[in-house]
C-alpha cells in the first residue's frame, strides 16, 4: 500500500484560501486514483473530490463545486487540495485517501484503501 501524508491545514477566515498536499510514498502512485475526504466534529465522512491516475478525470462535491480544485502532479507523488472561497462550514479534519482499482466518480470512502492521517482546516467568520 502507499503511505500518505497530509500538510497545509490551519486556519483561515471566510473567504480566504488554503492549499492542502498529500504526499505519497513509493514508486506506483500513478498507479492509484487519489482523492480527498472531510470530517467534521459529529458528522458522517463527506467526499470532498478525486481524480484519476492521469489527472484528466475529476470529480467534485456538489457542496465545493467551483471553489475548491484538485490536481496531481506524478513526478513529485503529491495530490494537491487548492480550496478558495472557503466557508465556516468547511471546518473539518481532511484527509488524502488512494486507491488502485477506484474509478473516478466512486465516492464512497469503503473503496479507498489506503489513507493519510489527516489535517485540520479551521474557518472562522
Known amino acids: 500500500q502507499v503511505q500518505l501524508v497530509e500538510s497545509g491545514g490551519g486556519l483561515v477566515q471566510t473567504g480566504g484560501s488554503l492549499r492542502l498536499s498529500c504526499a505519497a510514498s513509493g514508486r506506483t502512485f500513478i498507479r492509484y486514483a487519489m482523492g480527498w475526504f472531510r470530517q467534521a466534529p459529529g458528522k458522517e465522512w463527506e467526499f470532498v473530490a478525486a481524480i484519476s491516475r492521469s489527472g484528466g478525470t475529476t470529480d467534485y462535491a456538489d457542496s465545493v463545486e467551483g471553489r475548491f480544485t484538485v490536481s496531481r502532479d506524478n513526478a513529485k507523488n503529491r495530490v494537491y487540495l487548492q480550496m478558495n472561497s472557503l466557508k465556516t462550514e468547511d471546518t473539518a479534519v481532511y484527509y488524502c485517501?488512494?486507491?488502485?482499482?477506484?474509478?473516478?466518480?466512486?465516492?464512497?470512502?469503503?473503496?479507498?484503501?489506503?489513507w493519510g492521517q489527516g489535517t485540520q482546516v479551521t474557518v472562522s467568520s
Open positions: 485517501a488512494a486507491d488502485l482499482w477506484l474509478r473516478v466518480g466512486v465516492r464512497s470512502p469503503a473503496d479507498f484503501g489506503s
